[in-house]
């Protein structure tokens, strides 16, 4: 156990479900990141909340929605995906300091989302 | 930009061999490199990190990591691997100065540690 909770570990939906994914991290940590990770291929960062507030968003289709009530919690809302979507996806979080080398994430164990 | 090569998807080895899992990067900056470990169904794990200083980085499982500036590498090495090593294995890199501090990953080597 990271710190890092995400919640469904796993997923199938199909192109017409609306469904959501949900990470949680109690570290004090104050920048959030979701992250698609498909087999063979590099991870893909999709969304980042700094102090609640996104800032950068690494031109994510718009069905893949993000949400930061707090520091604390990070939802991927999704709605009408097509199978390519299939893949796993990462949340992660870090403090942000000014002291080299904070970009040590901390990643939660993933949610494996299927889309039918 | 940043980027980062692995050049090796699979890696087998047998239990007790040496291995060495190489990582290219680019930059026109100076870079903080990094490499993350994935065990089945798991997040990935922060394995070592070169921040400055010494170029050889060592983690506490037996890895270590040289930086090579003028090669532009960073590869993962260690000695005597054991089955439990068996596991996905990431480089990242990110720019060392400025806002801009996302990491960049590879494409990840697995790394399977035959008995």
């Known amino acids: 156990e990271t710190g890092v909770t995400q919640t469904p570990r796993h997923l199938v939906m199909g192109m017409t479900n609306k469904k959501s994914l949900k990470c949680e991290q109690h570290?004090?940590?104050?920048?959030m990141y979701w992250y698609k990770q498909s087999a063979k291929k590099p991870l893909e960062l999709m969304f980042v909340?700094?102090?609640?507030?996104?800032?950068e968003n690494n031109s994510v289709p718009s069905r893949f929605s993000p949400e930061c009530p707090n520091s604390s919690h990070l939802f991927l809302h999704l709605h009408t995906l097509q199978p390519e979507d299939s893949a796993l996806y990462l949340c992660?979080?870090?403090?942000?300091?000014?002291?080299?080398?904070?970009?040590?994430?901390?990643f939660g164990a993933g949610s494996r989302l299927t889309v039918l | 930009a940043q980027s980062v090569t692995q050049l090796d998807s699979q890696v087998p080895v047998f239990e007790e061999a040496p291995v060495e899992l190489r990582c290219n990067y680019s930059?026109?900056?100076?870079?903080?490199l990094f490499w993350y470990v994935q065990y089945p169904n798991q997040g990935l794990q922060l394995l070592l990190k070169?921040?400055?200083?010494?170029?050889l980085v060592k983690s506490i499982n037996g890895f270590e990591a040289e930086f090579n500036k003028s090669q532009t590498s960073f590869h993962l090495r260690k000695p005597s691997v054991h089955i439990s090593d068996t596991a996905e294995y990431f480089c990242?890199?990110?720019?060392?100065?400025?806002?801009?501090?996302?990491?960049?990953f590879g494409s990840g080597t697995q790394l399977t540690v035959l008995p």
């Open positions: 930059s026109s900056v100076s870079v903080y």
């Open positions: 570290l004090g940590h104050n920048a």
């Open positions: 070169y921040l400055s200083g010494s170029t």
């Open positions: 909340y700094n102090f609640k507030e996104q800032t």
């Open positions: 992660a979080s870090r403090i942000i300091t000014g002291v080299a080398g904070a970009n040590v994430l901390t």
């Open positions: 990242a890199v990110t720019v060392s100065s400025g806002s801009a501090r996302q990491l960049t």
